[in-house]
């Protein structure tokens, strides 16, 4: 039957990854691939925290013992950064605030910068 088929390789293997899209935001999420799954625990780098937005396309990873346990473990880049081979951007989902790091030892932000709470004042810009 057609629909028993979904998400199965054509040698009747379950796929280990697939690309699905955020139905409820968080952690965890919830995420369309052949139907919803709900409680999908979100990853991300060491040191990083994230929160998938609706409509996100996310790489969905099986994992468990049987390969029953989805979690989304990344977003495909949604902007042309430009970044040369070891550069990092964090940017938030809207783009509005990010934080560029770049090889030559620059770090680029933009949006407003808060320290303690207080906005660092930039002369010149």
């Known amino acids: ?67 029953e346990q989805p979690c989304a473990a990344g977003v495909r880049g949604q902007r042309a950064w430009n970044l040369a081979p070891g550069e990092v951007v964090l940017y938030s989902g809207g783009g509005a605030a990010s934080i560029r790091i770049r090889n030559d030892g620059v770090i680029s932000m933009s949006g407003t910068v808060l320290v303690n709470g207080l906005p660092v004042m930039v002369e010149g810009g």
């Open 1 to 67: 039957m057609w629909i028993s088929r979904q998400g199965m390789s054509r040698d009747g293997r379950q796929e280990a990854a697939r690309v699905g899209v955020v139905s409820l935001p968080g952690d965890p999420a919830a995420v369309l691939l052949d139907g919803e799954r709900r409680q999908v625990p979100v990853f991300a780098p060491g040191g990083y925290q994230w929160q998938p937005m609706r409509g996100e396309r996310v790489l969905v990873v099986k994992a468990g013992p049987d390969g």
